[in-house]
Protein backbone atom coordinates (compact mmCIF):
# COMPACT_ATOMS: atom_id res chain seq x y z
CA UNK A 1 0.00 0.00 0.00
CA UNK A 2 2.91 2.46 0.96
CA UNK A 3 4.23 1.68 -2.40
CA UNK A 4 1.34 1.93 -4.54
CA UNK A 5 0.78 5.45 -2.13
CA UNK A 6 4.38 6.57 -3.41
CA UNK A 7 3.36 5.86 -6.89
CA UNK A 8 0.41 7.94 -6.92
CA UNK A 9 2.22 11.13 -5.28
CA UNK A 10 5.11 11.13 -7.62
CA UNK A 11 2.32 10.99 -10.54
CA UNK A 12 0.79 13.77 -9.03
CA UNK A 13 3.87 15.73 -8.79
CA UNK A 14 4.40 14.97 -12.56
CA UNK A 15 1.45 16.04 -13.49
CA UNK A 16 1.49 19.10 -11.11
CA UNK A 17 5.06 19.98 -12.85
CA UNK A 18 3.55 19.47 -16.27
CA UNK A 19 0.77 21.78 -15.72
CA UNK A 20 2.81 24.53 -14.45
CA UNK A 21 4.90 23.95 -17.79
CA UNK A 22 1.96 24.78 -19.74
CA UNK A 23 1.09 27.55 -17.92
CA UNK A 24 4.57 29.42 -18.46
CA UNK A 25 4.24 28.54 -21.92
CA UNK A 26 0.98 30.17 -22.78
CA UNK A 27 1.93 33.04 -20.97
CA UNK A 28 5.02 33.46 -23.21
CA UNK A 29 2.93 32.90 -25.93
CA UNK A 30 0.38 35.55 -25.02
CA UNK A 31 3.20 38.19 -24.02
CA UNK A 32 4.84 37.53 -27.06
CA UNK A 33 1.86 38.09 -29.38
CA UNK A 34 1.16 41.08 -27.34
CA UNK A 35 4.63 42.50 -28.20
CA UNK A 36 4.31 42.06 -31.51
CA UNK A 37 1.38 43.86 -31.55
CA UNK A 38 3.55 46.71 -30.10
CA UNK A 39 5.60 46.40 -32.21
CA UNK A 40 3.43 45.86 -35.51
CA UNK A 41 -0.52 47.10 -34.94
CA UNK A 42 -0.74 46.78 -38.31
CA UNK A 43 -0.67 43.06 -39.30
CA UNK A 44 -3.93 42.47 -40.73
CA UNK A 45 -4.61 45.35 -43.20
CA UNK A 46 -8.00 46.11 -43.71
CA UNK A 47 -8.85 48.45 -46.69
CA UNK A 48 -11.45 51.17 -46.92
CA UNK A 49 -13.16 53.03 -50.00
CA UNK A 50 -14.62 56.53 -50.23
CA UNK A 51 -16.19 57.88 -53.39
CA UNK A 52 -14.36 54.51 -55.80
CA UNK A 53 -10.70 55.65 -53.85
CA UNK A 54 -9.26 52.85 -51.81
CA UNK A 55 -7.36 53.58 -48.29
CA UNK A 56 -5.58 51.64 -45.52
CA UNK A 57 -5.97 53.41 -42.08
CA UNK A 58 -2.34 52.53 -39.82
CA UNK A 59 -1.68 52.61 -36.12
CA UNK A 60 1.34 54.06 -34.84
CA UNK A 61 3.22 51.37 -33.32
CA UNK A 62 3.91 52.22 -29.35
CA UNK A 63 7.89 52.75 -30.50
CA UNK A 64 6.61 56.25 -33.21
CA UNK A 65 6.70 54.05 -36.12
CA UNK A 66 4.22 53.13 -38.76
CA UNK A 67 4.93 49.24 -39.29
CA UNK A 68 2.15 47.31 -41.80
CA UNK A 69 2.60 43.49 -43.00
CA UNK A 70 1.94 43.33 -46.61
CA UNK A 71 3.66 41.56 -49.71
CA UNK A 72 6.20 41.95 -52.09
CA UNK A 73 6.03 39.18 -55.18
CA UNK A 74 3.30 37.47 -52.99
CA UNK A 75 5.83 37.09 -49.60
CA UNK A 76 4.67 38.45 -46.51
CA UNK A 77 6.96 41.37 -44.86
CA UNK A 78 6.71 44.02 -42.86
CA UNK A 79 7.29 47.07 -44.17
CA UNK A 80 8.23 50.70 -42.03
CA UNK A 81 6.95 53.76 -43.61
CA UNK A 82 10.29 55.94 -44.28
CA UNK A 83 9.06 59.13 -45.74
CA UNK A 84 12.43 60.04 -46.03
CA UNK A 85 13.37 57.20 -48.08
CA UNK A 86 13.73 58.12 -51.88
CA UNK A 87 12.86 54.18 -52.72
CA UNK A 88 11.91 51.07 -51.20
CA UNK A 89 14.61 49.76 -49.76
CA UNK A 90 14.71 45.83 -49.03
CA UNK A 91 16.77 43.79 -46.62
CA UNK A 92 19.32 41.50 -48.68
CA UNK A 93 18.27 38.35 -47.04
CA UNK A 94 14.83 39.40 -47.67
CA UNK A 95 15.85 39.76 -51.55
CA UNK A 96 17.61 36.60 -51.63
CA UNK A 97 14.79 34.42 -50.53
CA UNK A 98 12.14 36.07 -53.07
CA UNK A 99 14.74 35.86 -55.55
CA UNK A 100 15.08 40.18 -56.23
CA UNK A 101 17.39 40.51 -59.08
CA UNK A 102 20.62 42.74 -57.72
CA UNK A 103 21.37 45.66 -60.32
CA UNK A 104 24.16 47.97 -60.86
CA UNK A 105 25.56 49.01 -57.11
CA UNK A 106 24.69 51.97 -55.80
CA UNK A 107 25.99 54.90 -53.59
CA UNK A 108 22.78 55.34 -50.64
CA UNK A 109 23.16 57.53 -47.55
CA UNK A 110 21.15 56.26 -44.74
CA UNK A 111 21.02 57.14 -41.26
CA UNK A 112 24.44 55.07 -40.27
CA UNK A 113 26.00 57.06 -42.99
CA UNK A 114 27.09 55.94 -46.82
CA UNK A 115 26.72 52.46 -47.99
CA UNK A 116 26.09 50.62 -51.28
CA UNK A 117 23.08 48.91 -51.86
CA UNK A 118 21.87 47.15 -55.34
CA UNK A 119 18.97 48.71 -57.91
CA UNK A 120 16.08 46.25 -58.50
CA UNK A 121 12.58 46.39 -59.68
CA UNK A 122 10.13 44.61 -57.39
CA UNK A 123 7.36 43.24 -59.92
CA UNK A 124 4.30 43.76 -57.53
CA UNK A 125 4.03 45.23 -53.92
CA UNK A 126 0.96 45.35 -51.70
CA UNK A 127 -0.21 46.32 -48.96
CA UNK A 128 -4.42 45.32 -48.44
CA UNK A 129 -5.82 46.26 -51.87
CA UNK A 130 -3.02 49.24 -52.57
CA UNK A 131 -1.04 47.74 -55.25
CA UNK A 132 2.06 48.65 -56.70
CA UNK A 133 3.54 47.31 -59.96
CA UNK A 134 6.91 47.34 -61.43
CA UNK A 135 8.38 49.25 -57.88
CA UNK A 136 11.69 51.08 -58.11
CA UNK A 137 13.55 49.64 -55.26
CA UNK A 138 17.19 48.66 -54.08
CA UNK A 139 18.60 45.66 -52.02
CA UNK A 140 20.45 46.92 -48.81
CA UNK A 141 23.02 44.66 -47.56
CA UNK A 142 22.57 46.99 -44.23
CA UNK A 143 18.79 45.91 -43.76
CA UNK A 144 17.60 43.53 -41.07
CA UNK A 145 14.25 43.11 -40.32
CA UNK A 146 11.55 45.57 -42.46
CA UNK A 147 11.45 46.27 -46.09
CA UNK A 148 11.72 50.66 -45.64
CA UNK A 149 8.92 51.56 -48.08
CA UNK A 150 10.19 54.60 -49.13
CA UNK A 151 9.13 57.37 -51.64
CA UNK A 152 9.30 55.53 -55.04
CA UNK A 153 5.91 53.81 -53.52
CA UNK A 154 4.56 56.42 -51.59
CA UNK A 155 4.10 59.13 -54.37
CA UNK A 156 1.66 57.28 -55.74
CA UNK A 157 -0.51 58.09 -52.78
CA UNK A 158 -2.24 60.48 -50.53
CA UNK A 159 -0.91 60.32 -46.49
CA UNK A 160 -2.55 62.19 -44.05
CA UNK A 161 -1.57 61.88 -40.11
CA UNK A 162 -3.64 62.89 -37.94
CA UNK A 163 -2.70 61.86 -34.04
CA UNK A 164 -1.49 58.49 -34.16
CA UNK A 165 -2.95 57.57 -37.72
CA UNK A 166 -1.86 57.46 -41.18
CA UNK A 167 -4.15 57.30 -43.95
CA UNK A 168 -2.78 55.87 -47.36
CA UNK A 169 -5.21 56.82 -49.80
CA UNK A 170 -5.05 56.52 -53.66
CA UNK A 171 -5.39 60.23 -54.69
Same mark, same amino acid.
Given at each position: MTNQSSEQKSIGHYMMMGMWVMVVALAALLVNRQL??????????ITSSENGKR??????SRYG??????????????? *????GASSVSVPAEFADK?? *?QRGAPIQISTANGISVAYQTRIDRLQIGDLEIRNAT?????GLSD?? *???MSVLKHYE *????GSTLVIREP
Open positions: ERDRNPNNQVSITLQRHYLVTGTINNQEIDF *LVDTIG *LAHINPEV *LLG *LVQR
